[in-house]
């Protein structure tokens, strides 16, 4: 907008909004459309490979640093029954299994809102706690 100084919080909330939509719509175009977007995949990767290995590199350390965000957020908040703050005995359980989307451990691809998004349905709880809480048929099928 003319004669406005630099971009307002709500500016950025609607770029963002807009840019998410943008995303979405071709995820969607992308589903229902497979075989031409793995044709149209395939001649980027062959037609861009600087921009292919770049943007590799990028991705792994961005899902590197998530990875340490994800670890260190366990740390933090340890076991929800015994305290626990080893990030490699934690795990993060569903409050609501129906809420689950995607299985945290495999998600530090994603972006970071969509990690927190699906942190926030969770609790952290150490695998001990875990099983003895949450089992099916109360642990009956664990040996
Ligand atoms: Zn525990």
Redesign the pocket.
Known sequence: MPGRKGCTHKDKMDSEIRLENQREARRRWQRNNKERALELGRKFYHTHPDYVSKKIIHNRKRGLIALQWIREYKNKIG??????KDYRCLDFHHKDPKDKKRCLSQMHLYSMATIKKEIEKCEV??S??HRKNFSKKGGENIC
């Open positions: 076991c929800l029954y015994c305290g626990e709880i150490c001990n706690c």
